[in-house]
């Protein structure tokens, strides 16, 4: 067998997604890491952090005022 390099992935948007998740949660190997940044476009981190961030945020809030309210 022959050893052929494979096409570098083409960045997705799933794959930011799940960058993003691993981060949050903070449990993410250096090598995959490493190996998703490689292959993400940056601003599909950014857009994905901010509405994840932003998800987080209103999901206390409603917490919050659920506990509140009884």
């Keep these: 067998?022959?050893?052929?390099?494979?096409?570098?992935?083409?960045?997705?948007?799933?794959?930011?997604?799940k960058l993003v998740a691993w981060s949050m949660l903070g449990i993410r190997s250096r090598k995959g890491y490493q190996d998703d940044l490689a292959r993400v476009n940056p601003l599909h981190v950014v857009l994905v952090g901010l509405v994840s961030v932003l998800l987080l945020v209103l999901s206390l809030i409603a917490l919050v005022h659920w506990v509140v309210a009884k």
């Design 1 to 17: 067998m022959t050893d052929t390099p494979q096409a570098p992935q083409k960045a997705s948007f799933v794959r930011s997604m």
